[in-house]
């Protein structure tokens, strides 16, 4: 039993990372689209598979990010979370129409 229970919280420790990992990548997409849209970047067809690829990375990354925030309690991780996660829809949605 002792070994299940070490491979439960190292299985634990290892999501925790990772939550933490997709949070901090979630605020560096709001601040890359916040770039983008201040750079006014071109766009062509290869941009569609791109917003596509991205959209993949945001969804997964913002999941994780919220495992991550709901396992952290606290007010200034929840704030933070829903800012990001509101910029990077706003913005994604913007760039790609």
């Known amino acids: 039993m002792s070994k299940q229970k070490i491979t439960i919280s190292s299985n634990t420790s290892q999501n925790t990372v990772l939550s933490l990992i997709a ?5 560096c997409i709001a601040v890359s689209l916040l770039l983008t849209l201040i750079l006014a ?16 990375a945001y969804v997964l990354s913002i999941i994780l990010a919220f495992n991550w925030v709901k396992s952290h ?8 979370y829903v800012v990001f996660v509101v910029t990077i829809i706003v913005l994604f949605i913007l760039n790609v129409i």
């Open 23 to 27: 949070y901090i990548g979630i605020g």
């Open 41 to 56: 970047n071109n766009s062509s067809l290869s941009n569609a598979f791109q917003a596509v690829g991205e959209c993949i």
């Open 73 to 80: 309690k606290h007010v200034a991780w929840v704030v933070c």
